[in-house]
């Protein structure tokens, strides 16, 4: 079965489940490539088969263009020397790729993305850097990985030898407040400048949209989808979106609520959480037919449900989402196994806890937008401090509260924009002298005026109102 063409000659034939070569690699010449073979093999053991068959995309144009520029007299064999592969990495990024490729000073290369930059080129990097990988492992490539830059990963061994050494208290770097004390430095000979799209998570309409897209070609379950879908449109933390059991949603009607426990409420359900019909039915479909499979009753919702009323059967301990194992799913195992795969496939930096940022941001937002009193917008904000469950309430809530202040400003300069619009379409039609000037008498100064004195340092505020500056992206609120 013939799963897809590549470059001319290049072809994936896929064997199903039989044997341990799920997907067989052909070469131009209709020889198998028995070292991509290999590759997508392993890829898929330590991946997932859609990740592998990204990652097959994207290496086999180059092992193609390798053998273009070999017939030609150019390039090399992959299996060279890695200053060899690393020069033929570099042609290929500049001449294919279109990208623009400069030594750093300590050694390794910086790429930098041009307009003409094929959107492949991070995949690209990655998928190489891992075939390497998995060939050193096999023992058919007998030198260092020549995607792999050996002074970067010293440094980024002593970097982390120090900051393990630290003793002074940080912040969970599941708050997102702070980054994460041991961030590994790239290890990349080849290291990208700009081709990840962080996401200004505070007010990016795009952010939810970028990891759904990411999860799809991570070949997401879904489950995946669901607990994503429940973070972005409740707010919750993913401890408390995994914690879900089937009574917590039974209890709210299996509708668009569940019953949740809070940060420090030691598993105590003390506040809901609401996600849209769209999702309550989806999370129906997945009970009935992915956890259904994973379910050691092989029960589906109905099942339950009558178990419960006429048997009393117990839906406290009845976990809403599963691992492979059959045990209630894990934060971190929902971090590993969907969250981070789609994020690197996005082309995405980004903490799960994000979401729940992203959430507050979106409904303050619509707070402000929507309300039509100033008593309306503190109700309002209210419910939403008791919604969140924070306990700092009002505090937590002035970290976002600065980046909506230009807005309420906005809102003024709308109505004076108007006013000024008005008062030159009045002026402009009324007949003008050619000599017409301004009269002394008619510049009047205003009475009681807080006038500043010249001599006085400019106003910051004043020269950020004339500068017409913009809102910028608050601090994580911690909880």
């Not at 750093?104 to 790429?111: A, D, K, S």
């Not at 030898?161 to 961030?183: C, F, H, N, T």
């Not at 709210?252 to 940060?263: D, G, S, T, V």
Request: charge should be neutral.
């Amino acid at each position: 079965m013939t799963v897809g063409g590549m470059e001319p000659g290049f072809q994936l034939v896929g064997r199903g489940s039989t044997g341990a070569f799920g997907i067989l690699v052909f070469d131009r010449n209709k020889r198998l490539h028995f070292p991509l073979t290999v590759f997508a093999a392993e890829a898929v053991k330590r991946l997932s088969g859609s990740t592998a068959r990204v990652y097959l995309n994207a290496v086999i144009p180059f092992f193609y263009w390798l053998e273009q520029e070999q017939s030609q007299g150019g390039a090399c064999q992959w299996e060279e020397a890695p200053e060899a592969v690393q020069r033929s990495v570099g042609d290929y990024l500049v001449e294919r790729l279109k990208c623009k490729v400069r030594e750093h000073y300590t050694g390794f290369q910086v790429v930098s993305l041009t307009s003409g930059t094929q959107s492949t080129v991070r995949v690209f990097l990655s998928a190489l850097k891992l075939f390497y990988q998995i060939m050193r492992a096999q023992d058919r490539y007998r030198h260092a990985n020549p995607l792999v830059d050996g002074p970067s990963t010293v440094l980024a061994d002593v970097r982390n030898r120090i900051a393990s050494a630290d003793s002074l208290p940080q912040m969970p770097e599941a708050s997102g407040v702070v980054r994460p004390r041991k961030r590994r430095l790239s290890d990349s000979y080849f290291k990208l400048v700009g081709e990840s799209w962080v996401p200004q998570v505070i007010d990016d309409l795009d952010f939810p949209a970028r990891i759904m897209s990411g999860g799809q070609r991570a070949g997401w379950r879904l489950q995946g989808e669901c607990i994503t879908r429940i973070l972005f449109e409740s707010g919750c933390r993913v401890s408390e979106a995994v914690g879900l059991s089937l009574h917590d949603w039974a209890t709210r009607n299996l509708l668009q609520e569940a019953q949740a426990f809070n940060k420090g409420s030691h598993g105590r359900r003390v506040k809901f959480i609401r996600f849209s019909a769209g999702t309550a039915k989806l999370l129906r479909r997945c009970f009935d037919t992915e956890r259904r499979q994973l379910d050691r009753n092989r029960y589906g919702l109905d099942d339950y449900v009558i178990r419960a009323k006429e048997h009393g059967l117990d839906l406290n301990h009845l976990p809403l989402f599963l691992s492979r194992s059959g045990a209630q799913l894990t934060p971190k195992a929902f971090r590993e196994g969907y969250w981070n795969p789609a994020c690197q496939l996005a082309g995405i930096e980004a903490d799960v806890h994000q979401t729940r940022h992203w959430y507050v941001t979106q409904a303050i937002r619509g707070i402000y937008e929507s309300a039509r009193s100033e008593s309306e917008i503190n109700r309002r904000l209210r419910e939403l401090i008791e919604y969140m469950g924070w306990k700092s309430g009002w505090e937590t809530l002035q970290a976002y509260q600065h980046y909506f202040d230009p807005l309420r400003h906005a809102e003024i300069q709308d109505q004076l924009h108007r006013r000024m619009d008005l008062a030159l379409q009045e002026n402009l039609t009324q007949p003008q002298s050619p000599c017409a000037t301004v009269s002394a008498s008619a510049i009047r100064p205003v009475e009681n005026a807080d006038l500043p004195n010249q001599n006085d340092e400019p106003d910051s505020d004043l020269e950020y109102l004339l500068a017409m500056g913009g809102g910028h992206d608050g601090p994580d609120d911690g909880e």
